[in-house]
């Protein structure tokens, strides 16, 4: 099946700098990526979509200029958190559509201390 | 008022019973519904999904869809301790995912 590989899968870094996340398709071409926030114990809230070529669309509520979408090619897209803050720390989810549906990658655990 | 609307657990079945985990949507013009499942600390897995109303088989899982009461479900038979997870329907809006909160599911054996 489609695969939507995810790096890192765990980041912990200072207050103030910034995190790049990297989901790449490894077997398909996704001209669309979804990314999504998880706090503990609560649902994935879309914070974006990127398309490739384009720029990404936020969600209401969703700083674009903290979280920096890009999709430069077929296979890969990053989300860059941005002077990240405690508050940020959370699990970071892609998503790609594929022909069965919708394949998750493996989630980002960003801590920021 | 929430777009996706489970409860949120948790809920306890016995091992080899029959877990049933039910979603209501808002959108009557919603045409995609999706059930996934979420081990803590990981990333949600695809278990089915189902475009047309009735019931759509899969192994041991069932969907069951009702576009008329903007209601679908996940039954699951034969429980296992393994499937103890939470659950998320989602349903397709547009080009988007919207998810529910997710469904606590318990096997206790």
């Known amino acids: 099946g489609a695969v939507v590989s995810q790096h890192p899968s765990r980041v912990i870094c200072k207050s103030g700098t910034s995190v790049k996340i990297e989901c790449r398709s490894l077997d398909f071409q996704a001209t669309t990526m979804f990314w999504y926030r998880q706090f503990p114990k609560k649902s994935l809230m879309l914070m974006a979509t990127?398309?490739?070529?384009?720029?990404?669309?936020?969600e209401q509520g969703v700083e674009k200029d903290k979280f920096l979408i890009n999709h430069a090619s077929l296979t890969l897209s990053t989300l860059t958190v941005t002077s990240a803050h405690p508050e940020d720390s959370s699990f970071y989810i892609c998503?790609?559509?594929?022909?069965?549906?919708?394949?998750f990658g493996s989630g980002t655990r960003l801590t920021v201390v | 008022q929430k777009e996706v609307e489970q409860n949120s657990g948790p809920l306890s079945v016995p091992e080899g019973a029959i877990a049933s985990l039910n979603c209501t949507y808002s959108d009557r013009g919603s045409q995609s519904f999706f059930w996934y499942r979420q081990y803590s600390g990981k990333s949600p897995e695809l278990i089915m999904f189902?475009?047309?109303?009735g019931d759509k088989e899969d192994g041991r899982f069932t969907a069951q869809l009702n576009k008329a009461s903007q209601y679908v479900s996940l039954l699951i038979r034969d429980s296992q301790p393994s499937d103890s997870a939470t659950y998320l329907c989602?349903?397709?809006?547009?080009?988007?995912?919207?998810f529910g909160a997710g469904t606590i599911l318990r096997v206790k054996s």
């Open positions: 189902i475009y047309s109303n």
């Open positions: 989602a349903v397709k809006g547009g080009n988007k995912l919207v």
């Open positions: 998503s790609a559509r594929t022909v069965d549906g919708y394949t």
């Open positions: 990127s398309n490739e070529g384009s720029k990404a669309t936020y």
